[in-house]
């Protein structure tokens, strides 16, 4: 079993910047994507963000790019998403996810989810 918690959520003002944290506990060996994701009240989860974590390899969705960065520690424990520029449409709850099955993709055909942590960003 996988669990996936997040944290670094809150309030900011547009422009400013947030870092993300994901923690990965369980049986994780075989965890080879994870990817950020997000959801806004009345909209769909959307992808932000996803990684290769045995290769760093990366892919961002449009909204995104240029402005967040997804990474990971070496042991591939914890993942991180660092936010700048924040803009109020990227207002939602941000969710990390996890699966064992290729490809590293933005859709939401992952096994393992965390509870979400909640990013304001106010004009």
């Known amino acids: 079993q996988v669990q996936l918690v997040e944290s670094g959520g809150g309030s900011v003002q547009a422009g400013g910047s947030l870092r993300l944290s994901c923690a990965v506990f369980?049986?994780?060996?075989?965890?080879?994507?994870m990817g950020w994701f997000r959801q806004a009240p009345g909209k769909e989860r959307e992808g932000v963000a996803s990684i290769d974590i045995l290769l760093a390899t990366t892919v961002y969705a449009e909204s995104g790019k240029g402005r967040f960065t997804i990474s990971r520690d070496t042991t591939g424990h914890t993942l991180y998403l660092q936010m700048n520029s924040l803009k109020p449409e990227d207002t939602a709850t941000y969710y990390c996810?996890?699966?064992?099955?290729?490809?590293?993709?933005?859709?939401?055909?992952?096994?393992?989810w965390g509870q979400g942590t909640q990013v304001t960003v106010s004009s």
């Open positions: 369980g049986y994780t060996y075989n965890m080879y994507y």
């Open positions: 996810a996890a699966r064992s099955a290729w490809p590293c993709d933005l859709t939401l055909s992952y096994n393992y």
